[in-house]
């Protein structure tokens, strides 16, 4: 019996009962759930925030945006990524380990965040 084999009988069992087991990550109590959807929707919120200022033309007036191309260039990539990031604000993550980690992530991220706004603001 040559080691291919003896790989594919002896083995094979190993993945499919890993893949069977349940995972630690399919029981999140609701705290989490709820603190990691807050801080995902509060740090999606924020980078709206910062792109919307950012991207907002440096002339007062809408109406003078075809003046300057690089002003209409700027509005209309702003615009887009305010866009996008709305659309992902209702997209919640699938699987129930993605809440953990954006608690993990948000708690970094969140303060340095708001502290980006700041300094833009």
Not at 37 to 43: E, G, K, M, S
Not at 56 to 66: A, C, G, K, M, V
Request: charged fraction near 15%; charge should be positive.
């Amino acid at each position: 019996m040559n080691m291919r084999a003896w790989a594919r009988g002896n083995l094979s069992g190993l993945l499919v009962g890993a893949a069977r087991k349940k995972s630690n990550d399919a029981d999140v109590s609701t705290a989490v759930w709820l603190a990691g959807l807050a801080v995902r929707t509060a740090f999606i919120g924020i980078l709206i925030v910062i792109t919307a200022r950012v991207a907002s033309p440096q002339i007062e007036r809408l109406w003078t945006l075809l003046d300057t191309p690089g002003d209409l260039i700027r509005v209309a990539l702003g615009f887009a990524v305010c866009v996008w990031l709305v659309v992902h604000l209702f997209i919640v993550p699938k699987d129930p380990g993605g809440y953990r980690t954006w608690l993990y992530l948000g708690l970094v991220l969140l303060p340095l965040t708001v502290l980006c706004a700041v300094v833009i603001w």
